[in-house]
Nanobody, 126 residues
């Protein structure tokens, strides 16, 4: 059983940066395609970005492209999402997700992911 635990959220000001972490337990994260999603109140869950199981492919949504970077730390079995120049529109609960997928692609469809963390809240004040 794979378990995902997010951390790193908080209250920040516009223009600040955050680094969100997702610790994977139960299995090495390198066996999975990993992604970050977010959901704001009253809105649907949307993908922020993801990384393929071998780390050869990354994907970022248009909303964060140029401001986000996803990386993996195999020694800590952790996937990291770095977000820069945060804006109030980035306020949401951020979720880590895993999918058993050995293609070199990242699927933006949340329904394709089997494992989810409980989320970490990011609030950006103007």
């Amino acid at each position: 059983q794979v378990q995902l635990t997010e951390s790193g959220g908080g209250l920040v000001q516009a223009g600040d940066s955050l680094s969100l972490s997702c610790v994977v337990s139960g299995r090495a994260f390198s066996s999975y395609s990993m992604a970050w999603f977010r959901q704001a109140p009253g809105k649907e869950r949307e993908i922020v970005g993801g990384i393929s199981w071998r780390g050869t492919t990354t994907f970022y949504s248009d909303a964060v492209k140029g401001r986000a970077a996803i990386s993996g730390d195999k020694a800590k079995n952790t996937v990291i999402l770095d977000l820069n120049n945060l804006q109030p529109a980035d306020t949401a609960n951020y979720y880590c997700a895993a999918r058993w997928d050995h293609s070199d692609s990242v699927d933006p469809d949340s329904n394709k992911y089997s494992y989810w963390g409980r989320g970490t809240q990011v609030t950006v004040s103007s």
